[in-house]
């Protein structure tokens, strides 16, 4: 599974839109659709925002944990 589809799979588990996502790490939607689409993917900043936003680890997101 991809980094993507890992952040999907644990914002949509939470009942979160792609937008309140955005808005409680302090990025925007776009951004969002960006790293869910494995367009790109979130830096090191991002990525911890990420990880406290959704309540799992780097090593989840990342794919080394399931």
Excluded: F, N, Q
């Amino acid at each position: 599974m991809s980094i993507g589809a890992r952040i999907r799979e644990a914002r949509e588990d939470l009942g979160m839109t792609g937008s309140a996502l955005a808005e409680k790490i302090g990025s925007d939607a776009a951004t969002i659709s960006r790293w869910e689409h494995d367009r790109r993917e979130p830096d090191a900043g991002h990525l911890r925002a990420l990880c406290d936003a959704l309540g799992v680890t780097a090593d989840y997101l990342l794919g080394r944990e399931k």
